[in-house]
Nanobody, 116 residues
Framework: QVQLVESGGGLVQAGGSLRLDCAVSGSIFRFTVMGWYRQAPGKQRELVATITSGGITNYGDSVKGRFTISRDNAKNTAYLQMNSLKPEDTAVYYC??????????WGQGTQVTVSS
């Protein structure tokens, strides 16, 4: 069974940085598109960033230039480095694993709060 465990959320001041980790159990990681999504209160879940098994990345417009997604296939872990954080980045951040065949898998979410 595939499980995703996120860590690294917390409270940070505007302008600060945080790194989120997503550890994936099972043998699917190396073949999987990994993604980070976020959901703020009262808003829909939105794309933050994705990275393919070959390292091709894609970012949501609101985080381009500030966030970096990466992965370590040897550790079955994806990362989201968040710099220059803004209060509007406050949300629950979710990790998603998209293997070549469904289903996709989601983590439990980790809270990121940016104070002004």
């Amino acid at each position: 069974q595939v499980q995703l465990v996120e860590s690294g959320g917390g409270l940070v001041q505007a302008g600060g940085s945080l790194r989120l980790d997503c550890a994936v159990s099972g043998s699917i990681f190396r073949f999987t598109v990994m993604g980070w999504y976020r959901q703020a209160p009262g808003k829909q879940r939105e794309l933050v960033a994705t990275i393919t098994s070959g390292g091709i990345t894609n970012y949501g417009d609101s985080v381009k230039g500030r966030f970096t997604i990466s992965r370590d296939n040897a550790k079955n872990t994806a990362y989201l480095q968040m710099n220059s954080l803004k209060p509007e980045d406050t949300a629950v951040y979710y990790c998603k694993a998209d293997p070549p065949f469904p289903p996709a898998y989601w983590g439990q979410g980790t809270q990121v709060t940016v104070s002004s």
